[in-house]
């Protein structure tokens, strides 16, 4: 039977991807040993390391480079519960296979932005303070005349693993035009996909609800600026699931102290929480959260379920083998 270790950030995090007693493996035919490793540098976290075949990473699992590496001769896989487990080998995996449920994280991150999309088309966060700010009935008609998600157009920054997604919830709402800028995606997957593909410049003038869902990569950081920014139109609004340095913080600001576009904020440049003194909590155009779109609460367990049921196929793989 293969031996396998947990590798994350904290005991609360194990128990919260995996269940109490880790019952979300306690059918995998492989065993744990040890406790949940936080680091790799005790006695007890390298005899660990010396046994273990499999690791289960997660947030704050600490890396592997090759000094750690070498104390783990047996280590063949790495299961990694978030988005891409590259980062987690300095020095290269060597002879480790990884991988990753980021698919099981992305789910959660495509469903927010499906809200936050329908949401801002109905201007539901400026009915909230009207309604708020007035306590008396309010004349939707008079208050609200281009209010609504019949023939908008939503346009998505990135054909990437979560842009697909959000494609994919869009689908029951063909009153939605969807465009998206990627330069990796051609006209044909565009076309099977049921959206449009534009040039980024274009995207920005059609759209009344951007959404940003790039990797960080150099081309990408500060990708969308004071030129973007200013093609939206007046009432658009920016959504941000992705990373703040996409955006030109800067010029950002400018435009939301403006008041001239509205933005839907879960991460920031810098990096949440935004500094105190931020005119952006007070403004009333701006929705800010604090990086929630990723998995929490109860979604943290469908991430270890699908570790679990990775282990379990590794485990399965590994038995095949010896059998034949």
Do not use: C
Not at 218 to 224: L, N, R
Not at 264 to 288: G, H, K, R
């Amino acid at each position: 039977m293969i031996e396998y270790a947990v590798a994350v950030g904290s005991d609360r995090l194990a128990e919260r991807l995996f269940g109490p007693g880790y019952e979300a493996l306690a059918d995998v035919p492989a065993r744990r040993i040890g406790e949940v490793l936080t680091e790799f540098e005790s006695d007890e976290a390298r005899r660990v390391l010396s046994r273990v075949e499999v690791l289960l990473t997660g947030w704050g699992a600490p890396s592997l480079p090759a000094s750690v590496l070498r104390h783990a001769p047996r280590l063949r896989r790495v299961i990694h519960a978030g988005g891409g487990a590259g980062y987690l080998f300095p020095d290269g995996p060597g002879d480790v296979a990884a991988s990753d449920v980021g698919m099981a994280n992305a789910i959660p991150v495509a469903e927010l932005t499906l809200a936050m999309i329908l949401l801002a088309n109905k201007e539901a966060f400026r009915a909230r303070d009207l309604l708020r700010e007035r306590r008396a009935f309010i004349d939707r008609e008079d208050e609200f005349p281009t209010a609504g998600n019949y023939g908008r157009t939503v346009g998505l920054v990135s054909a990437s693993r979560i842009g697909r997604l959000v494609i994919d919830l869009l689908r029951p709402f063909p009153s939605l035009r969807v465009l998206v800028y990627d330069p990796f995606l051609t006209i044909d997957d565009a076309a099977s996909l049921g959206v449009e593909k534009v040039e980024l410049a274009e995207l920005a003038r059609r759209s009344d609800v951007v959404s940003l869902h790039a990797p960080v990569v150099p081309e990408t950081v500060g990708m969308i600026d004071a030129g973007f920014l200013a093609l939206m139109p007046h009432g658009a609004t920016l959504i941000n699931t992705a990373r703040g340095v996409i955006v030109d913080a800067a010029a950002l600001e400018k435009e939301l102290v403006s008041g001239r576009i509205n933005a839907i904020l879960d991460v920031t440049d810098p990096e949440e929480p935004l500094p105190a003194t931020s005119p952006l909590y007070d403004l009333p155009n701006v929705f800010l959260t604090p990086h929630i779109a990723g998995s929490m609460g109860t979604e943290l367990r469908r991430m270890g379920d699908w570790v679990a049921a990775d282990l379990a196929h590794y485990a399965q793989e590994v038995a095949s083998g010896a059998n034949d």
